[in-house]
Nanobody
């Protein structure tokens, strides 16, 4: 079983930045996929972005504003979010998809509001 714990969410003004972290309980191998999804109230969970073997993939809505990175030595995935917009408000979930199956974190709330 893989446990994922997100941190770094909170309230930020439009145009601001936040950095989310996701710590995994077990080693992340370079070929494993990790990433972030989000779910706004009344909407389906949607992809934010993923990283696999150093390659990243982003949703069109966050390209150029969000950056995913991973520190395999620390078993941690990061999501740097810049130029935040009110429509980025959602619960953000960390994902692990690899040799140990598919696992989700409990989520962290991000609210973008003035």
């Amino acid at each position: 079983q893989v446990q994922l714990v997100e941190s770094g969410g909170g309230l930020v003004q439009p145009g601001g930045s936040l950095r989310l972290s996701c710590a995994a309980s077990l080693s992340i191998f370079s070929g494993d996929t990790t990433g972030w999804y989000r779910q706004a109230p009344g909407k389906q969970r949607e992809l934010v972005g993923t990283i696999t073997s150093g390659r990243t993939n982003y949703a069109e809505s966050v390209k150029g504003r969000f950056t995913i990175s991973r520190d395999n030595a620390k078993n941690t995935v990061y999501l740097q979010m810049n130029s935040l917009k009110p429509e980025d408000t959602a619960v953000y979930y960390c994902l692990y998809l690899g040799v140990r199956g598919r696992w989700w974190g409990p989520g962290t709330q991000v609210t973008v509001s003035s």
